[in-house]
């Protein structure tokens, strides 16, 4: 239950496309849920986040979908870059520290 | 200003030695994490320190593993008698709260042989 599953594994999609990134819980103690971007190389860092009591939040290109109902939640990136070729994970916190889904590998064909 | 820093970046080891990661946070940050990245493993939470304190121990692979934090701030995390199998990444993070963002460093890239 202190699980975050992520999928697809990996992904590609041709510049200009929509990118989207699926995860789902268990664990309803969950209260927040960024999404993390990371560069080969760099540690991850933040990229978006959200709160279960809001159903979507937008920040530029990139957006976070919330079902609370259905314990699922994705990240959609519209008009996908070469530059956002990198690997996104998911993440919830129980309590003080985050948890963190297995990754998706994104590639955005130029 | 500084962000957080790992040290050594990469480290080679022979079965059955022991290692030490080092982890400098960001100034002020009252809040540190260490997870393991294996390939295709995601992050995996280890250790959590509030403080000095660990009030989140329950990510330890096994008894080989220990973590300290000294004065608020620098985190060393140990791992004795290393396998083959402790072969990851190590990343450290700090934060300014548990309502802030994780500020991660580069990683320290552990290969044993």
């Known amino acids: 239950q202190q699980q975050v599953k992520q999928s697809p594994q990996s992904l590609i999609v041709q510049k200009g496309g929509i990118s989207i990134i699926n995860c789902a819980y268990e664990?309803?103690?969950?209260?927040?849920f960024p999404w993390y971007q990371q560069f080969p190389g760099k540690g991850p860092a933040l990229l978006i986040a959200i709160r279960p009591d809001v159903s979507e939040k937008k920040e530029g290109r990139f957006t976070i979908s919330f079902n609370k109902s259905a314990k699922q939640f994705s990240l959609h990136i519209m008009d996908s870059q070469p530059g956002d070729s990198a690997t996104y994970f998911c993440?919830?916190?129980?309590?003080?520290?985050?948890?963190f889904g297995k990754g998706t590998r994104l590639h955005i064909l130029p | 200003g500084a962000g957080v820093s790992q040290s050594p970046s990469n480290k080679v080891t022979e079965k059955g030695k022991d290692v030490e990661l080092r982890c400098d946070p960001i100034?002020?940050?009252?809040?540190l994490y260490w997870y393991r990245q294996s390939l295709g493993q995601g992050l995996e939470f280890l250790i959590y320190?509030?403080?000095?304190?660990?009030?989140?121990k329950s990510g330890l692979p096994s008894d080989r593993f220990s973590a300290e934090r000294t004065g608020g701030s620098v985190s060393t995390l140990t791992i004795q008698r290393t396998q083959q199998e402790d072969s990851a990444v190590y990343l450290c993070?700090?934060?300014?709260?548990?309502?802030?963002?994780?500020?991660f460093g580069n990683g320290t890239r552990l290969t044993v042989t």
């Open positions: 664990n309803t103690a969950f209260d927040y």
């Open positions: 993440a919830a916190r129980p309590g003080d520290k985050i948890i």
């Open positions: 100034s002020g940050h009252t809040a």
């Open positions: 320190f509030q403080g000095n304190s660990a009030p989140d």
């Open positions: 993070a700090s934060s300014s709260g548990i309502n802030s963002p994780l500020h």
